[in-house]
């Protein structure tokens, strides 16, 4: 971001771009009462394993890798790890990161509009501040001393990911509920050194066979 450098006083600015590659975990075992009960199906699994290699071949090199703490997006995040670990070429920065965070769990973020019949659960509805928290933390402008572009991955949940496609393209967030994002989907929202902020995919599943395509 743009700042003051402290060292010598000077203004300074970004001049790297920063992309987002947000998935939301693969399908998981509806009937679960608790977290730790709510992993991924077999399907879920292959979904993971998909949407991870479909990753390794973009052709860039990530730098971060952050996880929800859920027990399926953490599942799902661990996957993806493991098939660009797997990758033949060079897909992961020297420096490459993995965060698990209690910031992108799943929740309610904000009232929709219009109105829904969505009912949450009465918890979710103190999540709106930590959703919009989470927000603020990861996107924003490279820092100054950031030289390339960077390519960073984060793993949570539909209800999540909603909220911060709208936030990011500076949408009303209450219509976060118009969207509809597949089980292993990838979302990509890049932010230039000026700010300005271009998405080239919603919930693209395009990675995935037909048969594999699910919404739960």
Known sequence: SSGI?????QKVKSTSRRTYYLIRHGQYELEGAKDNEKILTELGRRQAECTGKYLAKLGVRYSDLVISTMARASETGEIILSQLKESDGEVLTEKFEVEKTDMLREGHPIHAVPYSKFKPDSWEFTD???????????FQRAHYSQKEESHEIIVCHANVIRYLICRASQNPPEGWLRMSLANGSITEIGIDPNGKVFISG???KGHMPADMVTFT
């Open 5 to 9: 450098n402290a060292e010598y006083g």
């Open 202 to 204: 919603i919930g693209d």
């Open 128 to 138: 709106g501040a930590r959703i919009e928290a989470a927000f603020r933390k990861y």
